[in-house]
């Protein structure tokens, strides 16, 4: 894919708003997360309920790409359609280890 001089990167699905990195964050492919990031692809792309990849992992319980989102100083402050940040998300889940992770990035 990133070989392909011709592809466009930020190409959005029409249907749900998401593009090739939120899709890799959804299917827990970091490496491919990583990939994508370094070749400028939007990382802050998200659905039409504006879940974003760091919702998604939050949702999806995904301890190793919210590691790997917090040591690239992905924002925290974002919000869901809903109005939900990272921290309402962790706590509505019930996913207090992710949310100690958060807190310890934090520190």
């Known amino acids: 894919m990133l070989k392909n001089p011709a592809l466009d990167l930020d ?3 029409k ?9 890799a964050g959804y299917y ?6 990583r990939e994508l990031a370094n070749a400028g ?3 802050y792309n998200s659905n039409k309920q504006h879940i974003n990849v760091f919702h998604l992992a939050i949702y999806k319980n995904r301890e190793d ?4 989102l917090l040591k690239s100083n992905f924002s925290l402050e974002l919000l869901t359609l809903k109005g939900y940040t990272v921290f309402h998300l962790c706590c509505m889940l019930n996913h207090t280890s992710i949310l100690k992770m958060i807190l310890s990035y934090l520190k």
């Open 11 to 13: 190409a959005i699905d």
């Open 15 to 23: 249907y749900t708003g998401v593009n090739a990195f939120w899709l």
């Open 28 to 33: 827990g492919r970091g490496i491919i997360m």
């Open 41 to 43: 692809m939007d990382i």
């Open 65 to 68: 790409i919210v590691q790997m």
